[in-house]
């Protein structure tokens, strides 16, 4: 299985995690099965908030799931569309991520738990520009 995951900056399994997937920099693209991993550059990176286009992110890479910190209402519901599947990691590397992803530890994202924004004092349990912590 292909999964996509923000990170901040390219370093194979040891990438940190990044919080937000719109405005990551850079994709970590993992296959699950072999452990294989290459970056792949965000598309996307400079939209508006609110307005991210994570199919457009990905470019035509094939993906089978993202695995985030946090995301976007609107960028669940695009992935959803077209059948990626979005799965929640609140911390640590690459590696960590796929391997509680392998272990099926890692939870849903549902619109219930995506962000809702970041201006006026909101939040949603990570920083938009910060690792996942």
């Known amino acids: 299985m292909k999964v996509c995951i923000p990170v901040e900056e390219f370093r194979g399994l040891n990438s940190t995690v990044y919080g937000h997937f ?15 991993i290459e970056p792949l550059a965000n598309h996307d990176e400079h939209h508006q908030h609110g307005m991210c286009s994570p199919v457009k992110a990905v470019g035509s890479r094939p993906i089978d799931a993202v695995i985030v910190g946090g995301m976007g209402a609107g960028a669940v519901r695009g992935l959803q569309a077209v059948g990626i599947a979005v799965f929640r990691f609140t911390g640590g590397t690459v590696g960590e991520a796929v391997e509680q992803f392998n272990a099926g530890e890692l939870p849903v994202l549902t619109l219930q738990h995506a962000c809702g924004g970041h201006s006026h004092g909101e939040t949603c349990g ?3 520009h910060e690792p996942a912590s």
């Open 126 to 128: 990570h920083e938009n």
């Open 22 to 36: 719109g405005s990551a920099p850079v994709f970590a693209l993992v296959d699950t099965d072999t452990l294989a």
